[in-house]
Structures are given as structure tokens and as C-alpha cells.
């Protein structure tokens, strides 16, 4: 298995513009999760889903919207990047309510 | 609602001298506690885990960490840490009960730099 999976790697964004961040798991999770990591503040939920067709709010959402039409891909949409939305975002998904979560390698996103 | 704080920011430690990593949190329900180490460049990884029975838990690479409720308190330990256990740590929490179950709270995170 490949587990959690992330692209891209790295993006710059221009103020304004929008980009997709991908996510794929392939371990047949139901939850799936988006962080974001700033320094020194840890990772903040941005959003969450407990299953295909469902999403929810973290404690982060503003800026970004999701969707989760497949078991497998939770893909992270940013419109109109702003500069504070510059940080390491990281997907995770586990199985179920008790699973433990498991983390993809992230991506750095730097918007100027 | 809950909170994480992880009490030093960096922590820098000569290889094999023992090292604490501080974490306390809050929560007006019952939680689950974990440890997540990050390796530079890399994603988080589950260290060690806190769900029921003995508060005295252990990782495989040597680290344990102590529940103790009274104190709100889940610190991480080494008695001898070793170059490669140079990475950052994070300490999370997770409500035991229904759907707020699934979201995890972490610390601001603790950078460990061991030194030769």
C-alpha cells in the first residue's frame, strides 16, 4: 500500500489565484482529514470527512473548501490565495472513529 | 473543547542523555492522548498512544510516556536518545465520545536536537 499521498510537493501561488491539493489513500478509510502546520502552533483541522458525500468544518475552514466524492481522494481547494494561507498542509485519514490517524508527507505552499 | 500545550518549544540534549518532553492538556471530557513524531521533510507519525488500562505506555524505539489524569498531563521520556531522535513532537488529544471523537488537538510541538 501506498497509504496517504500527497501532490504537489511544493507550489508558490500568486495572491488571488486558486490550486487543488490532492489527496488519495488507499487503505479503504472512511475518515479523512486536512491539516494545516504553522510554526509552533502544531497542526490545525481545517476540514474533516467521515465518509463519501460527507464534510465538515474544522476549526480552521475559512479560505478553503473541500468535497469527498470517492472513499479514496479528499481533495483541498484554495480560492483566492492570501498570503496567510502560506503553511505545510497535511491529509490524513483513518478508518474509523477509534483508528489511528495516518499521515501523508504534505505539501508547502507559499503565496506571495 | 480541548487544548494541547507542550511547555518547551525546543529542547536541545547530548546523544545518550535522557530527555522529557512536557505536555498538559485540558478537556472537559475524557480523552485519548498520543505522541506523533515528525522527521525533518516528513509527515507525522504515530510514536505512542494512551487509550485505556496502564498509564505507563511504551514505543518500540525506546520512548514511554505517563498518563496522569490528576495532573492533566501526558509527558514523553527517553532515558538515552540517539542522533536519529532528532525531530519534532507533538502531543494530541482526542475526545473519547461521538462524532468529536474524530478530530484530533495538537500541541504547538517540541523540536529535539540531539547533539554528538
Known amino acids: 500500500n501506498a497509504g496517504v499521498t500527497q501532490t504537489p510537493k511544493f507550489r508558490i501561488l500568486k495572491i488571488g489565484q486558486s490550486m487543488t491539493l490532492q489527496c488519495t489513500q488507499d487503505?479503504?478509510?472512511?475518515?479523512m482529514y486536512w491539516y494545516r502546520q504553522d510554526p509552533g502552533m502544531g497542526l490545525k483541522l481545517i476540514y474533516y470527512?467521515?465518509?463519501?458525500?460527507?464534510?465538515d468544518k474544522g476549526e480552521v475552514p475559512n479560505g478553503y473548501n473541500v468535497s469527498r466524492s470517492t472513499t479514496e481522494d479528499f481533495p483541498l481547494r484554495l480560492e483566492l490565495a492570501a498570503p496567510s494561507q502560506t503553511s505545510v498542509y497535511f491529509c490524513?485519514?483513518?478508518?474509523?472513529?477509534?483508528?489511528?490517524?495516518?499521515f501523508g508527507p504534505g505539501t508547502r505552499l507559499t503565496v506571495t | 473543547a480541548q487544548s494541547v500545550t507542550q511547555l518547551d518549544s525546543q529542547v536541545p540534549v547530548f546523544e545518550e542523555a535522557p530527555v522529557e518532553l512536557r505536555c498538559n492538556y485540558s478537556s472537559s471530557v475524557s480523552v485519548y492522548l498520543f505522541w506523533y513524531v515528525q522527521y525533518p521533510n516528513q509527515g507525522l507519525q504515530l510514536l505512542l498512544k494512551y487509550l485505556s488500562g496502564s498509564t505507563l505506555v511504551e514505543s518500540i524505539n525506546g520512548f514511554e510516556a505517563e498518563f496522569n489524569k490528576s495532573q492533566t498531563s501526558f509527558h514523553l521520556r527517553k532515558p538515552s536518545v540517539h542522533i536519529s531522535d532528532t525531530a519534532e513532537y507533538f502531543c494530541a488529544v482526542r475526545s473519547t465520545r461521538g462524532a468529536a471523537g474524530n478530530k484530533l488537538t495538537f500541541g504547538g510541538g517540541t523540536r529535539v536536537l540531539v547533539k554528538p
Open positions: 487503505m479503504n478509510h472512511n475518515y
Open positions: 490524513a485519514s483513518s478508518r474509523g472513529q477509534g483508528g489511528e490517524q495516518y
Open positions: 470527512s467521515v465518509g463519501a458525500g460527507i464534510t
